[in-house]
């Protein structure tokens, strides 16, 4: 299951927490890290975040990001890792300096920080016992297909342009493969650990409560493929006829887009100017792309409360399942 949830409030600083949970494991990504977002969150989920992945490195998407690493600075019990476009490894070495660590001989920490180009990947590792003083070059690899890949999800990485590189994130679960109970009762079999096994993809004879029988027919009988969940993030992008021309296909499918709502329709020359959207110009991407709902976010603060709802129409004029973050209206 992909749950997700828009941290922080309408027309101030916004982030996106996301979990994919398989039953078995579970991988929390936290998407920008603006002042404040953290709040929301209990200490214990803020500990548990795996990735971190900065769209880009402007104040509004990182000045957040002081709270998340002292929860974390010294967190041994998960890897730490840190995504973002270039330049982002220099600037949190700047952050991550920015503290009198006089006992980091007993720290024992390791954070790895990524710059994604959208064509590779550069990373860098900071030691925590050596105060954070070393950038260490850890290589390079060429980008082809998911960014990163745990066993519940994988992120994908979509280069934007925002006054330079800014990044979206395609986040999907992997494939499901779920057991059809109409088809096990009419087969008489009852459940236990050999659907494990069947799923799994066991060959040969398997051993069904004693009984041996094919795994080859029993998968073809019983098992069916489905698509997991999705999401995307895209936020602070320059969006015209060609970009969305570029991003539809990128976003063929997804579930949920969350996006920006920075401009009105007709502040479209001023969207522009500052390489943002206006709320009609993502809902016409979201409906290009086929996702099943939109919902805005990161609005600006040049619109009162009292023109959401205008916001929230004009994108649903265009894309009917657009929606605000629960709450925001009653703001």
């Known amino acids: 299951?992909?749950?997700?949830?828009?941290?922080?409030?309408?027309?101030?600083?916004?982030?996106l927490w996301?979990?994919?949970?398989?039953?078995?494991?579970?991988?929390?990504?936290?998407?920008?890290?603006?002042?404040?977002?953290l709040d929301a969150l209990p200490l214990s989920e803020v500990q548990a975040v795996d990735h971190l992945l900065f769209s880009h490195l402007h104040m509004d998407h990182v000045a957040g990001f002081d709270t998340f690493f002292r929860a974390n600075f010294d967190r041994t019990g998960r890897e730490n890792h840190i995504w973002g476009p270039p330049g982002t490894a220099r600037i949190l070495w700047h952050r991550f300096q920015g503290y009198w660590w006089n006992y980091a001989p007993e720290?024992?920490?390791t954070w790895h920080v990524h710059d994604v180009d959208g064509r590779e990947v550069r990373t860098f590792r900071f030691e925590a016992r050596e105060a954070f003083e070393v950038m260490h070059e850890e290589g390079t690899r060429p980008l082809h297909g998911p960014l990163l890949t745990t066993a519940e999800a994988s992120v994908e990485a979509i280069?934007?342009?925002h006054h330079g590189l800014s990044l979206g994130y395609v986040v999907r679960e992997p494939e499901r493969v779920a057991v059809d109970p109409a088809q096990l009762a009419a087969l008489g079999l009852k459940g236990g650990p050999w659907l494990a096994q069947l799923k799994a993809g066991a060959t040969g004879l398997l051993d069904?409560?004693?009984?041996?029988?094919?795994?080859?027919?029993?998968?073809?009988?019983?098992?069916r493929r489905q698509t997991g969940q999705s999401?995307?993030?895209?936020?602070d992008f320059l969006l015209d006829e060609a970009e969305q021309g570029r991003l539809?296909?990128?976003?063929?499918?997804?579930?949920?887009?969350?996006?920006?709502?920075?401009?009105?329709p007709e502040d479209a020359a001023l969207a522009a100017r500052h390489q943002h959207t206006t709320v009609t110009q993502v809902a016409s991407l979201a409906?290009?792309?086929?996702?099943?709902?939109?919902?805005?976010l990161h609005l600006s603060r040049r619109y009162g409360p009292g023109r959401w709802p205008e916001l929230l129409g004009a994108a649903r004029s265009i894309f009917p399942g657009t929606r605000f973050p629960a709450g925001w209206l009653e703001e």
Not at 22 to 37: A, H, K, M, P
Not at 208 to 223: K, N, Y
Not at 231 to 235: G, R, S
Not at 248 to 264: D, H, I, K, S, W
Request: proline share 4%; glycine share 12%.
């Open 18 to 37: 996301v979990s994919a949970d398989s039953g078995q494991g579970q991988t929390r990504l936290l998407l920008d890290c603006g002042e404040d977002t």
């Open 159 to 161: 280069p934007l342009g």
């Open 287 to 296: 409906r290009a792309a086929g996702v099943r709902e939109l919902c805005l």
């Open 231 to 235: 999401l995307a993030y895209l936020t």
């Open 208 to 223: 069904v409560h004693g009984t041996p029988l094919d795994a080859g027919e029993l998968a073809a009988r019983l098992l």
């Open 107 to 109: 720290l024992h920490a």
């Open 248 to 264: 539809a296909p990128l976003l063929a499918g997804v579930g949920t887009l969350y996006a920006e709502a920075q401009y009105t």
């Open 1 to 15: 299951m992909l749950k997700a949830e828009v941290l922080g409030r309408p027309a101030e600083d916004n982030a």
